[in-house]
């Protein structure tokens, strides 16, 4: 019997469901909002909700110092956060974001089944999710000319 066993094991190993909500988590936090399936994204809330949490309690000096508690807090989060844009992002931008909320960061919205297997999929995003908050920052400038795309793509 699986009595008082706690999270889902989503039909992987150990390694690899890490491994996935590292990913899942630094995907939420670049671009404000994902989707997956319901199971993934109820696993994924409480991990999101104590990085933001993390960073939110330790966010920057007035004068732009760091304390060593917050080194010691961004160091933390990096074994969850995979890349240095969305750690900086995760305590510049995100952390500012919920000064003032006292928890519940995320929201999940279900959005139907998926075509190929009838999975439930939902969107899990930020409370405050705004496209202009999260930018993605490997997307195409749409203010470019054709001109600057080509030579760039030629360089």
Known sequence: MRHRKSGRKLGRNSSHRKAMFRNMVTSLIT????????????????IAEKLVTLAKKNLANEDGTSSPTRVAAIRE???????????????????DMFVDRPG?????????????????????????????NFVDPY????????????????A
């Open 31 to 46: 671009h404000g909002r994902i989707e997956t399936t319901v199971a993934k994204a109820k696993e994924l809330r409480p």
């Open 77 to 95: 989060a990096g074994k969850l956060v995979r890349g240095r844009e969305a750690l900086h992002k995760l305590f510049s931008d995100v952390g």
């Open 104 to 132: 519940g960061y995320t929201r999940i919205m279900r959005t139907g089944t998926r075509l190929g297997d009838n999975s439930e999929m939902a969107i899990i995003e930020f409370v405050g999710y705004s496209a202009e």
């Open 139 to 154: 997307a195409f400038d749409d203010d470019a000319s054709d001109e600057e795309q080509g030579e760039a793509a030629e």
